[in-house]
């Protein structure tokens, strides 16, 4: 995989103070956008929005300081891009855990701006490689609006010959002061799948406290929850689009420690709260159709 031209990338894209280009931990090309609004930071490998810092407030997504910034390693935080499949391969266990998309070096296409909006869109397209893990021709776009929120929308387009069946999340990891002081507001009444046991809920009770190990699918979802951050006194509002699950993961102590990119003294600094379409949600594109997943994320201070 060969990376892009760092000053290519600036001198076509690039636009003083609004949208820049460098290499990023690792030496992996980072686009760096900025606005009257706040900045974020996306990188070209895996289509992956790294940093969100809305003007006035600490940021707002969680990078683990163990990532891997490598070819062939996704990197812990932020928001990575799982497609075409979410979580574990359906029939082949071998293949790559939420997909290859957070695994390839996507390309730049566009970069616009105007007075209140900065807004990128990247693509990656089949290739050889994509072909030898999931035998379909696809062009998939990630576009970054940078405003009053961060919005970023997943758009698949089906270039095969036969509909093809994904699953897919923007797997949002929210920095918070101390997750067990934090609660995610909105899924009350949801049904649930709960992947430590296995089992289906048939209902959520309140709001989501995260005391423990947590990995769950919340199916048929609203179009927005917020996550209660007392810690930092903020609410980080989920708002999404054509997004029937959210899921919510934190990895907890043991798990913690299983994971090689992730400091065992890092969870109760995260909390993954999950735009995306799995289980009962993977959805099936006819030959030539498309569809698009959106996430935007807003940080509220509060006062009570
Ligand atoms: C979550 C899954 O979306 O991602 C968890 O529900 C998984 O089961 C977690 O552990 C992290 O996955 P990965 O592949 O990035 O380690």
Redesign the pocket.
């Known amino acids: 995989m060969s990376l892009p031209d760092i000053n290519q990338l600036n001198k076509r894209f690039g636009s003083a103070g609004r949208i820049a280009f460098r290499a990023g931990a690792g030496g992996l090309p980072v686009a760096a956008l900025a606005g009257p609004h706040g900045a974020c930071e996306v990188s070209l490998y895996g289509g992956q929005v790294l940093g969100y810092k809305p003007l006035g407030h600490a940021p707002v997504l969680f990078v683990s300081r163990k990532a891997w910034h490598e070819i062939g390693k996704?990197i812990?935080g932020g928001i990575?891009v799982?497609w075409p499949w979410?979580?574990a391969h359906p029939a082949e266990k071998n293949k790559p855990?939420?997909g290859f998309a957070r695994l390839q070096m996507w390309s730049m296409l566009t970069a616009e701006y105007s007075a209140q909006m900065t807004d990128i869109k990247l693509g990656l397209c089949d290739s050889e490689s994509t072909r030898a893990l999931w035998p379909h021709a696809f062009d998939l776009t990630l576009r970054v609006i940078l405003d009053t929120t961060l919005r970023v929308e997943l758009t698949t387009r089906n270039c095969d010959k036969a509909p093809v069946t994904i699953s897919e999340?923007l797997?949002t990891y929210l920095l918070v002061r101390d997750v067990a002081h934090t609660t995610v507001l909105g899924l009350d009444g949801v049904r649930y799948f709960d992947?430590l046991t296995g089992q289906e809920h048939a209902a959520q009770k309140g709001a989501v406290h995260v005391h423990g190990e947590t990995?769950?699918?919340y199916h048929d979802t609203n179009p927005e929850c917020r996550v209660d951050d007392a810690g930092l006194g903020r609410q980080i509002v989920v708002a999404k689009r054509n997004s029937h699950s959210t899921?919510v993961?934190n990895?907890w102590i043991e798990?913690s420690k299983r994971?090689s990119d992730f400091g065992a003294d890092e969870y109760p600094q995260m909390l993954?709260v999950?735009t995306?379409n799995a289980r009962q949600a993977t959805l099936t594109l006819p030959p030539g159709e498309q569809h698009t997943m959106a996430l935007s994320l807003r940080a509220d201070l509060k006062t009570t």
Do not use: L
């Open positions: 996704p812990r990575p799982c979410f979580g855990a939420h999340a797997h992947a990995d769950r699918v899921v993961w990895p798990k994971m993954c999950e995306a």
